[in-house]
Nanobody, 116 residues
Framework: QVQLVESGGGLVQPGGSLRLSCTASGFTFRNYPMSWYRQAPGKERELVAGISSFGGRTNYTDSVKGRFTISRDNAKNTVYLQMNSLKPEDTAVYYC?????????WGQGTQVTVSS
């Protein structure tokens, strides 16, 4: 079965950095685009970044452009989200996502808290 397992969240001060990882199993990872979403308390889940199957194309929500970088290692079945210059408004649970045969798959999420 499809499994997505996120890691790398934590507490960081404003201006700091974190790298999230999502390791996938149960499907042919290299064939599918991957995305990172986040959900802050009281808010809807939003798309943060996406990457094409071989990594040639990426997209970002405006609020993270220039600060976050999505990448993938198809040999390791892993997608990453490098987050720099973190702000308190980046505080959220971050989820890894992929769409396979019109079904959305999600990881369990990893908490990112940006606070001094």
């Amino acid at each position: 079965q499809v499994q997505l397992v996120e890691s790398g969240g934590g507490l960081v001060q404003p201006g700091g950095s974190l790298r999230l990882s999502c390791t996938a199993s149960g499907f042919t990872f290299r064939n599918y685009p991957m995305s990172w979403y986040r959900q802050a308390p009281g808010k809807e889940r939003e798309l943060v970044a996406g990457i094409s199957s071989f990594g040639g194309r990426t997209n970002y929500t405006d609020s993270v452009k220039g600060r976050f970088t999505i990448s993938r290692d198809n040999a390791k079945n892993t997608v990453y989200l490098q987050m720099n210059s973190l702000k308190p408004e980046d505080t959220a649970v971050y989820y890894c996502n992929t769409l396979i045969n019109v079904v959305d798959y999600w990881g369990q999420g990893t908490q990112v808290t940006v606070s001094s």
